[in-house]
């Protein structure tokens, strides 16, 4: 696979994964729903694969690539952090 379509899917996949923690932080947050351990703790592993995965993936871009990955790499640690200070178990 082109290393340019790999930083496409890697891209798609961070946008993905936040939009899911912010879904599963919503659940949470609802009045009627709880989110389990299970469901909290896969999140949490979740956004912190794709954090290292982007973090390799910088240190063998370009300068462009590079802005891209760290803009989603932020996204993903503010997912990280909403979930962590958002979810009330």
Do not use: C, P, W
């Not at 890697?10 to 939009?19: G, P, Q, S, T």
């Not at 389990?36 to 896969?42: F, L, R």
């Not at 290292?52 to 760290?70: G, V």
């Amino acid at each position: 696979m082109s290393t340019y379509r790999k930083m496409e899917e890697v891209l798609k996949h961070a946008h993905e994964l936040a939009e899911f923690a912010n879904e599963q932080l919503a659940k949470a947050n609802r009045q009627e729903a709880q989110l389990s351990e299970v469901d909290y703790t896969n999140t949490q592993q979740l956004l912190e694969e794709m954090n290292l995965e982007l973090e390799k993936m910088i240190k063998f871009a370009n300068h462009e690539q590079r802005y891209n990955l760290h803009k989603a790499q932020q996204m993903i640690q503010d997912s990280q952090n909403e979930f962590v200070l958002g979810v009330r178990m």
